[in-house]
């Protein structure tokens, strides 16, 4: 039952971040473990059966296939920042 309740609530925040102009994404899987001991909680009594991430679009879309090969490269782009071999620069 609670992962249907689960799906409801995906799908009406699905609905909800496109209306506000949003990126929602639902993922397929997590470290429930992982998520049990950043939230300080008993992994048998309170547990994690969904991830979602949400997060702002890109202010206009990538238009030529070289400007997205520069961004995958790590090149120049006008709104993302520059990337190095080491990181974020």
């Given at each position: ?54 997060a702002?679009q890109r ?17 120049p ?10 990181g974020?620069?």
């Amino acid at each position: 039952m609670t992962l249907k309740h689960v799906g409801v609530l995906f799908q009406t925040m699905y609905l909800a971040a496109t209306a506000m102009g949003l990126a929602p994404c639902a993922l397929g899987g997590g470290d429930a473990d992982l998520f049990a001991r950043a939230a300080s909680t008993d992994y048998r009594a309170e547990t994690s059966v969904g991830e979602f991430l949400l997060a702002s679009q890109r202010r206009e879309p990538m238009g030529a296939v070289s400007e997205i090969a520069n961004v995958l490269a790590g090149g120049p782009s006008d709104d993302l920042p520059s990337v190095d071999r080491k990181g974020w620069a």
